[in-house]
């Protein structure tokens, strides 16, 4: 059982819909990272939680430690949105180790 | 402008031919960090460095060398190649640790023949 699970793998939405991806792990960590992959590859980081919940413009992720899970939420989703999210865990046995959840590929259709 | 770089981006290789994958970063960020992805499998952290002279390996360090001469530098070594290390890679850098926001680089893409 990996470490890190992401649900769902796949997921197609059509534009305005509200999106929820979920990551559940199963190690202690110290802080989450939810981050974005373009098609063309790239990755830019979204948020960085260690507790609570953070917004950012239609983007929403919320983490509860003592479940052991985080959501990323997209509120009014864009064709735009389409790309792969990706959860990542920092262990709390060491600061400089992330572990990969494998990623939620999203589609969002006009 | 903040940023992280790659070289090669792109690199078609023979086994056992030496190779090394740039990265530099213009942020006087500590933490550095090598991660490859494969399809099905995510990315999966090869090395990290905390400081200069400070590395450490992660879950797939096999076949990989890396040192950190120069805070801003971060190379990839891949002394004899394998087409098991053909994959997408990686690096990446935060301000200390792993528990800051991550600025990754654009990724090269190595194949091994």
């Known amino acids: 059982k990996n470490e890190v699970e992401q649900s769902p793998q796949n997921l197609t939405a059509q534009e305005g819909e509200f999106i929820t991806i979920n990551c559940s792990y199963s190690v202690g960590i110290s802080a989450l990272h939810w981050l974005q992959q373009h098609p063309g590859g790239g990755i830019v980081s979204l948020f960085m939680?260690?507790?609570g919940k953070k917004k950012h413009g239609r983007l929403i992720a919320t983490i509860n430690i003592q479940e052991k899970h985080s959501s990323l939420h997209i509120t009014a989703s864009h064709p735009r949105d389409s790309a792969v999210y990706i959860c990542?865990?920092?262990?709390?046995?060491?600061?400089?180790?992330?572990?990969f959840g494998t990623g939620t590929r999203l589609q969002v259709t006009l | 402008e903040a940023q992280v770089t790659q070289n090669p981006r792109y690199l078609i290789t023979v086994t056992g031919k030496k190779l090394t994958v740039t990265c530099s970063q213009n942020m006087n960020h500590e933490y550095m960090s090598w991660y490859r992805q494969d399809p099905g499998l995510g990315l999966r952290q090869i090395y990290y460095s905390m400081n200069v002279e400070v590395t450490d390996k992660g879950d797939v360090p096999e076949g990989y060398k890396v040192s950190r001469k120069e805070k801003r530098n971060f190379p990839l070594i891949l002394e004899s190649p394998s087409p098991n290390q053909t994959s997408l890679y990686f690096c990446?850098?935060?301000?200390?640790?792993?528990?800051?926001?991550?600025?990754f680089g654009p990724g090269t893409r190595l194949t091994v023949t």
């Open positions: 990446a850098s935060s301000f200390v640790s792993g528990g800051y926001e991550q600025y």
């Open positions: 990542a865990v920092v262990n709390s046995g060491t600061a400089s180790k992330l572990t």
């Open positions: 939680l260690s507790s």
